[in-house]
């Protein structure tokens, strides 16, 4: 009776992928085969990716304070965020990577102004209504 073993099928595997050539074609990018990203590419989508989740919020917090009004955003959203980028911000310390670490930090003060903005313009939002009658005392 013929047994069946893991070990055996990953050595076999191992094998017929030694006796292709390393030429990463399609189909091999497309099985994940024998691809390997360098580390200066990797390294570069990271703060790429930085780059834009950390810009992100920076058009309303540029409206927010230029017009002085609250943001729009709201607290439950930018409480989520913000923590979500404290984590990155403890991920990033703890791993010592310096790309998440810089733009965690970036991304949370970000989010903090916006959180600033909803305290500084708070008053006036309450007190300015588009439509207003003044009822004359007689």
Do not use: C, H
Not at 38 to 46: A, M
């Amino acid at each position: 009776m013929p047994t069946f073993s893991l070990e055996k099928n990953f050595k076999e595997e191992e094998s017929s992928r030694k006796r292709k050539n390393n030429s990463n074609s399609l189909s091999d990018i497309q099985n994940n085969k024998d691809v390997v990203i360098e580390p200066k590419y990797i390294y570069i989508i990271g703060i790429i990716a930085g780059i834009l989740t950390s810009t992100a919020f920076a058009p309303q917090v540029f409206k927010s304070f230029s017009n002085k009004q609250q943001s729009s955003i709201t607290w439950l959203t930018l409480v989520l965020a913000g923590g979500g980028q404290l984590l990155w911000l403890t991920y990033g310390s703890l791993t010592r990577d310096t790309v998440i670490k810089i733009f965690a930090s970036v991304t949370l003060l970000m989010y903090l102004l916006l959180i600033l903005s909803k305290f500084i313009f708070k008053n006036k939002a309450e007190n300015n209504y588009p439509f207003s009658i003044t009822i004359p005392n007689y």
